[in-house]
């Protein structure tokens, strides 16, 4: 059974990723390029758990376990001697893939799963940046990380059996996941049905068909969806959104994956969502 985990990234997926890897047993060794964002994802794990224990999900006995498990660095190259590694940094083709190139060389065991987080990117893209590209497989969480019990398992065509058994039964069996297995093309099962369903709200909302609220009070109520799509959208990033929404554009070619220009807009505006306290809806009050 794997015992040491590296994560890569401690963003807010990242930081989601090492505390449930945390609490599930693991000696978690987490990455951050800068060290302002390594400690605030340190923060971010530490509120995380202090909020579970106040919420009676966790023992607070459980939760001092889970931070001794803890580890943090700046250098990629102490993720030598890591069993497994989770990899959750920005959504950009070219900074995965020199990510995994490094990985590649750097962790020593050659049982060792590299796994990438990615919501769109194809894998056998970023296992073609590698020597060794039977060890990478996508591993796809759903935010928040500690709540959502989903992920994707998504080899390569190249991603080994023995790497699709490591990953898939690390995040069943340790991380308590469900696992849900899907082909090597954009957008994978979810992203490939919801992308276009939050693309075309934000169409609506851009044609005046009707408000972001009406919208998001429609499809719960009439969908029994628990948040609407525009803030599912905001809670994503609208960054993130079209990023999305451009690989896949470029993947199929189809008219419903193409990023709105209200959309772009947004984006350049600095209104991105939820993290930047405004985008659809505004959460600077």
Not at 41 to 46: F, K, M, N, S, V
Not at 54 to 75: N, P, S
Not at 136 to 141: D, P
Request: net charge negative; aromatic share 6%.
């Amino acid at each position: 059974m794997v015992q040491r985990v590296g994560v890569v990234g401690a963003g807010l997926m990242g930081s989601g990723i090492a505390e449930v890897a945390a609490k599930g047993g693991s000696d978690v060794l987490v990455w951050e390029m800068k060290q302002e964002a390594l400690d605030a994802g340190r923060a971010r794990i530490e509120k995380s758990l202090a909020k579970a224990v106040e919420r009676g999900k966790l023992e607070a006995a459980d939760r001092d376990a889970a931070l001794q498990r803890l580890t943090f660095t700046t250098k990629l190259e102490d993720f030598s001697d890591r069993e497994l590694v989770m990899e959750a940094i920005i959504e950009n083709e070219d900074v995965k893939k020199s990510v995994f190139a490094q990985l590649d060389e750097i962790v020593e065991s050659p049982e060792a799963a590299l796994c990438t987080n990615t919501s769109s990117l194809p894998i056998q893209t970023i296992a073609s940046a590698t020597e060794n590209p039977e060890r990478i497989i996508g591993l796809h969480f759903f935010n928040p990380v500690p709540v959502l019990p989903l992920v994707e398992v998504i080899p390569a065509l190249t991603t080994s059996e023995s790497t699709i058994e490591r990953a898939q039964t690390y995040a069943t069996e340790v991380m308590g996941k469900t696992a849900i297995r899907a082909k090597d093309r954009s957008g994978f099962i979810v992203n490939f049905l919801l992308v276009p369903y939050m693309l075309s709200a934000i169409r609506m909302v851009e044609q005046g068909v009707a408000t972001p609220e009406d919208i998001d009070t429609g499809m719960k109520l009439g969908a029994a969806h628990p948040m609407g799509p525009l803030t599912l959208a905001d809670m994503v990033g609208l960054d993130t959104c079209a990023f999305i929404a451009d690989v896949m554009h470029k993947e199929f070619g189809d008219p419903a994956y193409a990023c709105p220009p209200l959309l772009r807009r947004m984006v350049t505006a600095g209104n991105v969502g939820k993290k930047s306290g405004k985008g659809f809806y505004d959460y600077s009050k």
